[in-house]
T-cell receptor, first 110, second 117 residues
Framework: GEDVEQSLFLSVREGDSSVINCTYTDSSSTYLYWYKQEPGAGLQLLTYIFSNMDMKQDQRLTVLLNKKDKHLSLRIADTQTGDSAIYFCAERKSASKIIFGSGTRLSIRP | DAMVIQNPRYQVTQFGKPVTLSCSQTLNHNVMYWYQQKSSQAPKLLFHYYDKDFNNEADTPDNFQSRRPNTSFCFLDIRSPGLGDAAMYLC????????????????FGPGTRLTVL
């Protein structure tokens, strides 16, 4: 099928690292994305990784890709209250089609 | 700032009463998309325009139509909204080049939340 799967909820303490996991199905996907959706807003592209990469780091964000297991993760270092949002993993199926997961709601504890 | 704009942000309609949602973009992107997102679910692609070419997803109900009169604007028409059509509707744009590239990445508007009474 076309499922991209994520856990629905994650709660972390402010200042800790958050790790959001995702599994996808299509080993031929060329790009994998992480989007962030804040309440009442559209989806904001956070980062992407090309399928021939294992890791990508961008400031507080680290993306890890295990292509063999079709597993993608997003690590947010030093999680802040402003990181509270829903995070969507997505895989690119074609030039015009992205399949999204159901999103992981990240909440931050003081 | 270049952006994707959706109007209105909130729309209330009655069961069976046609409704149109609007999207405009200043990014000069050649592809525009409409997604439906229900609560706690993934955005679901309804259709997209590549320039003037309309591409419908196989499972998009006939009740949903779209128009793209020019590069900047795209409309979503729901001919006879049912209660099950209440959702957030997201417009997105991308620039499709000749080769695969992350610049085909989609940029989203803030969405229109549709309520059907």
């Amino acid at each position: 099928g076309e499922d991209v799967e994520q856990s629905l909820f994650l709660s972390v303490r402010e200042g800790d690292s958050s790790v959001i996991n995702c599994t996808y199905t299509d080993s031929s996907s060329t790009y994998l994305y992480w989007y962030k959706q804040e309440p009442g807003a559209g989806l904001q592209l956070l980062t992407y990784i090309f399928s021939n990469m294992d890791m990508k780091q961008d400031q507080r964000l680290t993306v890890l890709l295990n292509k063999k297991d079709k597993h993608l993760s997003l690590r947010i270092a030093d999680t802040q209250t402003g990181d509270s949002a829903i995070y969507f993993c997505a895989e690119r199926k074609s030039a015009s089609k992205i399949i999204f997961g159901s999103g992981t709601r990240l909440s931050i504890r003081p | 700032d270049a952006m994707v704009i959706q109007n209105p942000r909130y729309q209330v309609t009655q069961f069976g009463k046609p409704v149109t949602l609007s999207c405009s973009q200043t990014l000069n992107h050649n592809v525009m998309y409409w997604y439906q997102q229900k609560s706690s679910q993934a955005p679901k692609l309804l259709f997209h325009y590549y320039d003037k070419d309309f591409n419908n997803e196989a499972d998009t109900p006939d009740n949903f139509q779209s128009r793209r009169p020019n590069t900047s604007f795209c409309f979503l028409d729901i001919r006879s909204p049912g209660l099950g059509d209440a959702a957030m509707y997201l417009c997105a744009t991308s620039r499709r080049g000749r080769s695969r590239s992350p610049t085909d990445t989609q940029y989203f508007g803030p969405g229109t939340r549709l309520t059907v009474l």
